[in-house]
């Protein structure tokens, strides 16, 4: 049988989008959704389905894309569809807040892998670049059972292992993990490919599984949540940029040695 | 788990010292737990660990939980988890902080998975309310555009603390503590997963976490070339070399060279920026720096929001004019 894949991927905002289009609601205690900028794959996932099809290449395997939020924009979500990916997974309720609250999201998406048979490897991207929790990987395999391996560069599927070069603050190191396994990814690991004209014409013809809360076996406990959110607001930064000019670009450069100089900065 | 008491951080040794960043967390949690009249203990994992307990005494531990088992002499972390998850359950602290390190960034999610609660998640700040016992944590979140306010329903209440935010209390070797020895029942098979290689990739020279000046470039710098610009200036002033995201993912250097949110957190006196816009995910790790220079041709660039002093212009004039200025400087 065909090694099973699940990439694990989450739609967010444009992290790309214009400064002056993120805005607040404080009472509601949310970022707004800017009109007419499109969501985006969250960047890190679009890396882990890069590197579920660098597995695909050159195995026979499957990989199925799995996101948990309460509403899509399908043909974002299509993506990794059309970069190669075989089947879309779509968890939406209007319950499934998907922000503060890493618990619950890992408890759904780990329910919706238990129901869909479970996989030899997931993978994930290291962390959404809205909330930056970096947790929902690591929780879906606490709440599994499986291996984990968190920040890799490289991801290799051998017989009955994971073999992993995972991030270290001085470089990497190798990492092997028995399965089934669960790896997250950093950008470090390469540029996403880009979608195909075949890949788009195959996203276009497949249908998403789109299951609702009532599908998954949760229960009550699982979904309480774990975290309050009492505030959200826009840092203000109030350092005065002292502008360094001369007569030219080269005496802007002098001026600045000496006045870093005058300030015993070295 | 039941209502819990005290406040326990989860230690890190790094060779036979406490790591700074469990220094640093001492401090955090020596505060949190004066405010609410709590003990501040600290776990510490090895073979040996009495140099290391005596050490977290003196930093502001009023009791140390050495955990020892055979099995913990070198970090692997599935055994460190379950030492831990152990180590919990029968203490039943109030508050859990941990690190957010290499290790921590792994180790705190799941630990709070293992108990059943949620996790605080690279926190920039913790406090406790006096009122409720709560611990609230200020946040990063979106690229650090914003801050989200959160706590924790259930105890243990989790917080993973970024490093470098809070400064370690001056070692008092009067400080009385007291040892707890707590030996753990581990098993190899616990082990999922295992470190076959370690691949150095780091600059000669001064380590960009530990360098007091910094000079790092970004996208705007066009290639892989002007880094040895950089290196230069670095080298005059003693510093070391960072770099953008941007930088990093075009493969001009290698990803240890990266500064910001997903990359190092740096909080040098000095930290020269050449090329770099500034976005907040950049900011995230280096807002902690004393004093940011921003060399970049794009005045409207959010660097110059940030910088102390700045100087708009092309980078590769100003930062040769500098460079050159510097050489004579130092070597007056």
Excluded at chain 1, 39 to 52: K, L, R
Excluded at chain 1, 150 to 168: M, S, T
Excluded at chain 2, 291 to 313: L, W
């Amino acid at each position: 049988m065909p090694a099973k894949i699940a990439v694990l991927a989450k739609q967010v905002i444009d992290p790309e989008m214009p400064m002056a289009a993120f805005q607040i609601d404080s009472n509601a205690k949310r970022v707004v959704t800017p009109p007419n900028i499109p969501p985006v794959v969250n960047g890190f996932d679009e890396n882990a389905v890069e590197a579920a099809l660098q597995i695909k290449d050159s195995q026979d395997v499957s990989v199925t894309v799995i996101s948990s939020g309460s509403s899509f924009a399908l043909d974002v979500m299509k993506k990794p569809l059309s970069m190669g990916a075989d089947e879309l997974v779509l968890l939406q309720d209007d319950a499934f807040d998907n922000s503060v609250d890493s618990f619950q999201t890992a408890q759904l998406l780990a329910s919706a892998i238990r129901k869909l048979g479970g996989f030899d490897l997931i993978i994930c991207g290291r962390q959404a670049s809205d909330w930056d929790n970096a947790q929902v990987p690591l929780g879906v395999a606490e709440l599994l059972g499986i291996s984990c391996v968190a920040l890799g560069k490289k991801v290799e599927l051998k017989d009955d292992r994971v073999v992993v070069e995972r991030l270290i603050p001085d470089g990497y190191e190798v990492v092997e993990a028995s399965l089934p396994a669960l790896v997250t990814v950093s950008n470090e690991l390469g540029q996403p490919r880009y979608p195909t004209l075949r890949g788009i014409m195959a996203a276009t013809r497949k249908r998403p599984t789109i299951w609702s809360a009532s599908d998954l076996e949760l229960d009550g406990g699982e979904m309480e949540p774990r975290l309050t959110l009492h505030d959200l607001f826009v840092p203000v930064s109030n350092t005065e940029c002292e502008i360094i000019e001369g007569d030219d670009e080269v005496d802007a450069g002098r001026k600045l040695a000496l006045r870093l100089r005058e300030e015993n900065f070295f | 788990m039941a209502e819990g008491n005290g406040v326990l951080v989860i230690g890190e040794s790094a060779g036979d010292e406490l790591s700074l960043a469990s220094q640093e967390i001492l401090a955090a949690g020596r505060k949190v737990a004066d405010d609410l009249g709590q003990e501040l203990a600290i776990a510490v994992f090895g073979d040996a660990v009495d140099a290391v307990a005596q050490a977290a005494i003196a930093q502001g531990a009023d009791k140390v939980y050495a955990v020892t088992s055979p099995l913990l002499a070198q970090f692997q972390v599935e055994l460190n988890l379950a030492a831990a998850e152990t180590l919990c359950r029968e203490t039943s602290p109030a508050i859990i902080l941990v690190a957010r390190t290499n290790q921590g960034r792994e180790v705190a999610p799941r630990l709070a998975f293992r108990l059943g609660v949620g996790l605080a998640q690279d926190c920039l700040e913790v406090s406790a309310d006096t009122s409720n016992g709560k611990l609230l944590a200020n946040r990063p979140v979106y690229g650090g555009n914003a801050v989200a306010v959160i706590s924790c329903n259930q105890t243990p209440q989790v917080a993973a603390v970024r490093p470098k935010v809070y400064a370690p209390l001056e070692p008092d070797s009067d400080r009385q503590g007291e040892v707890i020895s707590f030996p753990v029942d581990l098993d190899d098979s616990m082990v999922r997963s295992r470190v076959i290689e370690v691949v150095k990739e780091e600059a000669e020279g001064v380590k960009l976490e530990d360098a007091s000046i910094v000079v790092s470039g970004g996208r705007g710098l066009g290639g892989p070339e002007p880094f040895a610009q950089l290196e230069e200036l670095a080298r005059l002033l003693g510093g070391a070399v960072g770099a953008s995201r941007a930088a990093v993912d075009s493969g001009w250097v290698p990803a240890s060279y990266q500064v910001g949110l997903t990359g190092k957190t740096i909080t040098p006196d000095l930290y020269i920026t050449i090329a770099i816009s500034g976005a907040s995910q950049h900011m995230a790790g280096c807002s902690g720096s004393k004093a940011i220079v921003a060399i970049n041709k794009d005045a409207e660039a959010n660097i110059f929001k940030e910088a102390r002093y700045g100087v708009v212009g092309d980078w590769e004039t100003v930062l040769a004019s500098m460079t050159e200025t510097v050489r004579e400087l130092v070597q007056e």
